[in-house]
């Protein structure tokens, strides 16, 4: 098979969650271009409408489903909405993330929820819905759970961000990605996690305006993750390019977490 036919998505069908602005965009964007029919699910459905418009007239057939994730009660829908769309699911992209900055010794209790439920609880309860009525009984699927470099180790501390409850949760993710790879490898479903580093976002403005330079100085490459960075690394991952990958985690971070 060549390369292009590996990267071929033409006929898949993909949910992104988180995916009606800036990373998660992105990502559907890629997948749409490679041919995958996508599921749009965040929580705002205006902007959604938006996402759905700006895929459309890029040929691309999107699907949108408004919810919340941290409602688990949602899960369900989403995935039956998405099933009696297209019949199937193929591809699973867990984008959808929030963050709540304070200092350890004073982080709230609802704080620390509201970041695990969608972080991390959400993400598997998806994980657990599409696998179950889905991929397992199609003995095939590709899950790609967004984590963070922020997973892989703590914050200069002369950064205060306070962002315990986050970097938990997606070192969290990540050790869901690996143990969620050896139990579904026997039904041939590929589950791996991407890590972006620092990309601008509604989410990283602020923390950005604040230590952006110190950022850029210990990013080797010298620039924060732009509007395409992502495209190849979700659509290797969901792609038949990666079929002998599972339970990896790729940094896309500039080369930031090499130091």
């Not at 699907?63 to 009660?73: E, K, P, R, V």
């Not at 696998?131 to 892989?152: D, E, F, Q, T, Y």
């Not at 205060?160 to 143990?179: E, H, V």
Request: glycine share 12%; aromatic share 6%.
């Amino acid at each position: 098979m060549s390369v292009r036919n590996l990267l071929d998505l033409s006929g898949k069908t993909a949910i992104v969650t988180g995916g009606s602005r800036g990373i998660g965009l992105q990502m559907a964007t890629a997948l749409g271009e490679m041919g995958a029919k996508v599921a749009l699910t965040a929580r705002k459905q205006d902007e959604l409408d938006e996402s759905r418009a700006e895929l459309e007239r890029a040929g691309i057939e999107c699907h949108t489903i408004a919810g919340d994730l941290s409602n688990f009660d949602v899960i369900p829908g989403i995935v039956a909405s998405v099933l009696s769309r297209w019949g199937g699911i193929d591809i699973l992209v867990n984008n959808a993330g929030c963050n709540w900055g304070a200092p350890a010794e004073d982080y709230p209790n609802d704080g620390w929820r509201k970041v695990m439920n969608l972080n991390v609880d959400a993400a598997f309860f998806l994980c657990r819905e599409v696998g179950k009525r889905a991929m397992l009984p199609n003995k095939s699927g590709k899950i790609v759970n967004i984590a963070s470099i922020a997973g892989l180790f703590g914050n200069p501390p002369e950064w205060g961000m306070g962002t315990m409850a986050y970097n938990t949760s997606k070192g969290a993710l990540i050790a869901m990605t690996r143990t969620l790879a050896a139990e579904w490898g026997p039904h041939n479903i590929n589950v791996n996690a991407i890590c972006p580093g620092f990309f601008p976002s509604k989410m990283t403005r602020v923390t950005l305006d604040r230590i952006g330079a110190d950022v850029l100085r210990l990013t080797p490459l010298g620039r924060l993750g732009g509007d395409e960075d992502l495209k190849g690394s979700v659509v290797f991952l969901a792609s038949e390019a990666s079929r002998h990958v599972t339970g990896q985690t790729l940094a896309v971070d500039g080369g930031c977490s090499a130091i």
